[in-house]
C-alpha cells in the first residue's frame, strides 16, 4: 500500500516539477523578478534552472533513476529557498505575486514541505524487519 501512495506522490512531484519547468520557458519575465540583483545572467538562470526541472521531473518517472533524481531535485528545491526567503522578507513588487506578507511566508514553508516530499517519495523501500522475544533477555532481536 505504501508503494502505491508513494508512486502517486512520485508522479505528482514529476508533474509539479515538469509544469513549473515549463513555466520558466512559457513566462520567462516573471522569473527573472524573482532573481536578486547580485546574480549574474537572469536569462540563463532562468531557463537553465526550467531545464532542469523538466529533466528532473522526467527522471523522476523512471524506477531505475527515481532514487538519482529525488536527489537531486532536492539540490535544486534547497536552491530556491533564498529566492523565497527574499519574497518573504522584503517589500519588493513583483508583477503576479501578492503583496500579502503571510502568503510569502507559507510558500517559503513549502519549500521544505516539497523538500521532504522529494525525499520521501523516492526513499528506496527496504525489507521489513521481523521482530521476536527471546524469554530471558530484556531486549526484541531483530530477523531481516
Known sequence: MINKRKNIFRWALAFLMISAGIAHFANPKFFIQLIQDFLPYANWLVYTTGFLEILFGFGLL????????????????????????????????????????????????????????????????TPKETRTFKPGSSSIASKQ
Do not use: D, M, N, S
Open 62 to 125: 523512471i524506477k531505475k533513476y527515481q532514487r538519482l533524481f529525488g536527489i537531486l531535485t532536492v539540490h535544486l528545491l534547497i536552491l530556491y529557498i533564498p529566492v523565497h526567503y527574499h519574497l518573504a522578507t522584503t517589500t519588493i513588487k513583483i508583477e503576479g505575486i501578492t503583496e500579502i506578507t503571510w502568503i510569502q511566508w507559507v510558500r517559503f514553508g513549502l519549500q521544505f514541505v516539497l523538500i521532504f516530499w522529494a525525499l520521501w517519495c523516492t526513499k528506496k523501500e
